[in-house]
């Protein structure tokens, strides 16, 4: 578990072995084929009649089930993702976004769902949806319009409406859209966002000068610091807030996307904190709570970054790919999908949880 003080030394040695050097092996190809086929047939057993999963009126969870479906071998012309993709054409909006009428979540609906028709473009017939749905999400993204000002802690964000702040789960999502959809790094909406991403790090420097920044210090990273800040891992004793894993590799992934440079002291601090609390057994900071959000996002992160071996603060050695698929396999249910018992976040739906796993699982194919 991770320390309840949230802080450790900033002196720890990082070391990620990548290139040609690599001894990671991954895990068995068959078992995860065999995984991955059991998932994608409990998603495509659990689709509603309309298209959808879960309920009509979440299309993110919809979006996300059918891009984990492409991403894990389903072709585009499959029943299922063309079903899917229906009834996500059925939320399209004419200022490009696609979300429920009556919802709160339109950056997060409308950033999934462009991935997932990003995933069916091969032949480019979904471009102008992409376009537009580009438009709406800078469009959404909080600037001087919302705050009147950079040095507001909410400039650069994304969030959903009923919270009238943004926060960094919403602006990975965001960013990550924009990454698919080919937005340059040096875009206004990439570098208006890294603003905000920084100021989510618990690290004081000039990118980061917000009251939390030196409370805690840690190189991790938390939920907002916008309207009073706030930390799902809670806060330290002197108001502080806690980093957490999920967090953590979110901020640092998005960094990445908007091309940060792997020696710039943010991207440092970042790694050495995951060194420090390395786990497929929980979302460090949170427990239980999140763990396939943080799966995928662990697992996508360290596919960005192009590790295969991993070598904790300590020098013990993972091969993080066979390690979290062999748990995702241990943990799978008969009927091939994934549920969390501490359902937070929705995480005791089975077609939201076996998404994540699902795209999780994508990056864990064995290394040659």
Not at 204 to 215: C, D, I, Q, R, V
Not at 272 to 279: H, R, S
């Amino acid at each position: 578990m991770l320390n309840r003080s949230g802080i450790f030394s900033l002196s720890l040695i990082v070391t990620f072995v990548c290139g040609s050097t690599l001894s990671a092996a991954g895990p068995s190809a068959a078992k995860l084929k065999s995984s991955r086929q059991k998932g994608v047939e409990y998603l495509s057993l659990s689709q509603a009649d309309d298209g959808s999963w879960t309920s009509p009126h979440a299309p993110g969870i919809t979006a996300l089930v059918a891009h984990s479906l492409l991403q894990s071998g389903l072709p585009a012309d499959d029943e299922v993702v063309q079903a899917a993709f229906t009834h996500l054409l059925s939320h399209l909006k004419e200022d490009g976004g696609i979300y429920d009428k009556d919802s709160n979540h339109r950056n997060y609906e409308t950033s999934i769902a462009l991935m997932a028709f990003h995933s069916a473009n091969a032949d480019g017939k979904h471009d102008q949806l992409i376009k537009n749905a580009v438009k709406f999400l800078k469009k959404v993204q909080w600037d001087e319009e919302e705050t009147g000002s950079r040095s507001d802690t909410g400039f650069g964000g994304s969030g959903y409406g009923s919270h009238q702040r943004p926060d960094l789960s919403n602006t990975t999502f965001f960013l990550e859209a924009l990454n698919k959809a080919g937005v340059p790094k040096d875009d206004p909406a990439v570098q208006n966002a890294l603003v905000f991403i920084s100021r989510c790090q618990n690290l004081e420097s000039e990118h980061n000068t917000t009251p939390f920044a030196s409370k805690v210090n840690d190189g991790g990273f938390y939920y907002t610091p916008a309207a009073g800040g706030t930390s799902q891992a809670g806060e330290t004793p002197n108001g502080g807030l806690r980093s957490y894993a999920s967090m953590t590799y979110a901020g640092l992934k998005s960094m990445i996307y908007a091309g940060v440079d792997k020696d710039d002291q943010r991207v440092t601090a970042a790694r050495k904190w995951i060194t420090q609390f390395y786990t497929i057994e929980e979302n460090p900071g949170m427990g239980q709570q999140g763990l396939f959000y943080y799966y995928h996002t662990f697992a996508k992160t360290l596919a960005v970054m192009e590790v295969d071996d991993f070598t904790e603060a300590n020098g013990a050695k993972h091969d993080w790919r066979k390690e979290l698929a062999e748990h995702l396999f241990k943990v799978q249910k008969e009927n091939g999908s994934w549920i969390n018992p501490t359902d937070r976040w929705s995480e005791g739906d089975p077609n939201l949880v076996t998404a994540y796993a699902l795209l999780a699982l994508q990056y864990c194919e064995p290394t040659p």
